[in-house]
C-alpha cells in the first residue's frame, strides 16, 4: 500500500523537526511523490548532506512502500 503524503511528511519532520515540508503528487495516484523539505538545519550542509538526512529520517520505507520519491531540499531565505 502507498504512503500518504501526511504520513511522509511527518516521518521527516519527526526525523528533521525544523523541516517545512511541500508534497506533490507526481502521478495523481498517490505512489509517486515529490517532496521539497526546507529547513534551517541544513544551513552550511552540502546538498548531499541535506538529502541523506531526509531519507535517514524516512529509513526503510525508501524502496520499500516508498518507492518513487522525487527530493529537492533548501534552507529558508533570509530577508
Do not use: C, N
Request: net charge negative; proline share 5%; hydrophobic share 45%.
Amino acid at each position: 500500500m502507498p504512503m500518504s503524503a501526511d504520513e511522509i511528511e511527518a516521518l521527516i519532520v519527526a526525523g528533521i523537526p525544523d523541516a517545512r515540508v511541500e508534497m506533490t503528487d507526481l502521478a495523481g495516484d498517490g505512489d509517486h511523490w515529490a517532496a521539497r523539505v526546507t529547513a534551517e538545519s541544513f544551513r552550511g550542509l552540502p546538498r548531499l548532506k541535506q538529502q541523506r538526512a531526509v531519507y535517514a529520517a524516512l529509513g526503510d520505507r525508501m524502496g520499500g512502500v516508498l518507492h518513487a520519491l522525487q527530493l529537492s531540499t533548501a534552507v529558508p531565505v533570509q530577508e
